[in-house]
């Protein structure tokens, strides 16, 4: 079984980093699967395809875009090779494929094939805004939380999310690709927003290929990262630290107002954190921001914190409150339904864009003694649920399903 993945990026985001972990995962387990993107890493292996979208195509691509609603613009003759060759792979996998680098007739092309599209955000039933609406006011969360967010996400200055909501539905109705929810939260909403495909499936990312949770030592881990031993250490990550929807500036809020009584330090793993820097006045906020930390490494920081904190407004998966949770560590995070399902209830839960109730709950989390225990046996749990074989064994479940 031959089957081409495609993704926007293979080497920056979430669903970068999700959709090449699946790639390894079937890899491993015997399927031959390439790994197609706009942007690649600069040194591809033989399963890595780019198209090579230069950066003049993709500023070009950004505007028309953003001024037309035309999907990738100039890369039409970009994939024509792709397209010529589309008749040596038995199922194509999808996974982001919305923004700049692929037309419209590319897609319908390429869902005409068996085809599997793995969602990562709510593109398919907003048709521009990558996440929900709110209930209430009809607003994205982006709008809610940020006015002028139609400026940078969803990347368009002219909204024409209606009109691409129902092409969108429409190529589903037609060619009834096999859909994938990472989680049954994300299922219900794509069901709620009018999605009503036959083939919607609940396949959560596969994190772990061992199961056996680490030891947990945090002044021997915190050693190795040269952290201090008589402090709380908070710890919060994000691919982009100034995302809104991360709620980075609700945790500012929150540490502004929590008892300085208590030795404590946060630390911030995460891109495009500058501007969040500059704001803080406060010096009293015992803070450091580290950058970007491969994935691989990540572990390490997760092992020497005591409380990981995460203050998202949204979420289709919530992955570094599983990943933290994996290694044995305490966790506050925003009551959402999705971090409710992820975590089962193992964690400290507080009101969306409630600063008062983080501060009770980070408050919280000073008292409650850590049970290595108990949390290595929620660790076990987790990595059990986030099973790399499980999930690398429905897809190819799936992918036989196709043919």
């Known amino acids: 079984m031959k089957v081409l993945r495609i993704n926007t990026a293979a080497n920056k985001g979430g669903a970068a980093y999700s959709a090449m972990n699946i790639q390894d995962v079937v890899l491993n387990m015997g399927v031959e699967s390439w790994m197609l993107s706009a942007r690649g890493p600069q040194n591809l292996d033989k399963y890595l395809i780019s198209l090579n979208e230069s950066k003049l195509q993709r500023y070009l691509n950004v505007f028309a875009y953003r001024l037309f609603g035309i999907e990738g613009y100039t890369n039409t003759k970009l994939w024509e090779p792709i397209l010529d060759c589309l008749d040596k792979y038995d199922v194509i996998h999808l996974h982001n494929v919305h923004g700049y680098y692929m037309p419209s007739q590319v897609l319908e092309v390429l869902l005409s094939k068996p085809c599997v599209w793995t969602l990562h955000d709510y593109w398919l039933v907003t048709g521009g805004a990558g996440f929900p609406y709110h209930e209430k006011e009809k607003k994205s969360f982006w709008e809610k939380i940020f006015p002028f967010a139609r400026l940078r996400y969803p990347t368009e200055w002219v909204d024409r999310s209606k009109n691409r909501k129902k092409y969108l539905s429409k190529l589903i109705e037609k060619y009834e690709p096999s859909l994938v929810a990472i989680t049954k939260d994300m299922s219900k909403k794509l069901k709620e927003r009018g999605l009503e495909s036959k083939k919607l499936n609940i396949i959560p990312h596969g994190l772990y290929s061992n199961i056996t949770p680490p030891d947990i030592n945090i002044k021997k881990n915190r050693r190795k990262l040269g952290w201090p031993l008589d402090k709380h250490i908070f710890l919060f990550v994000s691919a982009q630290v100034n995302n809104p929807l991360k709620g980075f500036d609700l945790f500012l809020e929150g540490l502004n ?45 997760y092992r020497a914190c005591d409380t990981y904190v995460s203050c998202s407004f949204a979420e289709t998966y919530g992955r570094t409150v599983v990943e933290a949770l994996a290694e044995g560590v305490r966790v506050v995070c925003t009551d959402l339904p999705v971090f409710r399902e992820v975590t089962a209830e193992n964690a400290l839960y507080f009101q969306p864009g409630d600063y008062k109730d983080l501060v009770k709950k980070l408050t919280k989390s000073f008292s409650l003694p850590l049970s290595t225990g108990k949390q290595k046996k929620i660790a076990y749990e987790i990595r059990q649920r986030f099973s790399k074989k499980v999930m690398g064994q429905k897809y190819i479940n799936l992918y036989e399903n196709c043919l």
């Open 257 to 301: 107002r929590l008892e300085k009584k208590e030795k404590w330090a946060v630390y911030v793993i995460g891109d495009n954190y500058q501007l969040i820097k500059n704001k803080i006045s406060n010096k009293n906020i015992d803070i450091e921001f580290l950058g970007k930390v491969e994935q691989q490494n990540l572990k390490y920081y």
